[in-house]
């Protein structure tokens, strides 16, 4: 994955995290498959938010979006799913792994009384960025998003999608 240029220290989870900038401040927790795993995510991105004193509208976007990154992971993956969160002073940035090899897609023309099929469409909408990779070394994927604050987005006040997955795939 090659994230896209941007101002800040918050870059892509995957990249920040294994450089170690924002060492002591990422919290992961392994979930069961099962309709508890969401649940679980969602406790642990508000304790991370709350810890790190981010605006609650900026905590209440980052837990529903980690809600439709795990359900999706239970839902399609049908197995374990890890998700890692990560805040710092301008944003906080959430990866949810899976292992499952199949990739996002958004489904545009899923008629709206019909339940599901959102997940991807929200996250593409709401965050400030977001992309997906394969796992190196066993089959699954990373699907990870970041939200910044308005005082962390630099410049550009823009959105950035990761170049190696430059949007979501339309299914």
């Known amino acids: ?42 406790a642990l ?12 509208g900026l905590a209440d976007l980052a837990v529903l979006l980690t809600s439709e990154a795990v359900t999706n992971a239970v839902v399609h993956a ?14 906080v940035a959430v990866e949810v792994e899976d292992a ?8 545009p023309d899923r008629p709206a009384h019909l339940p599901g099929g959102r997940g991807v469409a929200l996250i593409d909408a709401c965050s400030s960025a977001w992309g997906f ?11 990870w998003f970041e939200l910044r604050s308005e005082a962390g987005q630099g410049e550009d006040h823009g959105r950035h999608v990761a170049q190696a997955h430059p949007g979501p795939l339309r299914g």
């Open 1 to 42: 994955m090659t994230p896209a240029a941007r101002s800040g220290p918050l870059v892509p989870l995957r990249v920040q995290h294994r450089a170690g900038a924002l060492a002591g401040a990422a919290l992961t927790v392994s979930l069961a498959s099962g309709l508890d795993a969401p649940r679980q995510a969602r």
């Open 45 to 56: 991105v508000a304790s991370a938010c709350a810890q790190a004193r981010l605006r609650a």
């Open 78 to 91: 049908g197995g374990w799913a890890r998700t890692t969160v990560l805040t710092s002073a301008d944003g």
């Open 100 to 107: 499952s090899a199949a990739r996002p897609v958004t489904h």
């Open 133 to 143: 990779e394969d796992l190196p070394d066993r089959p699954g994927k990373v699907v």
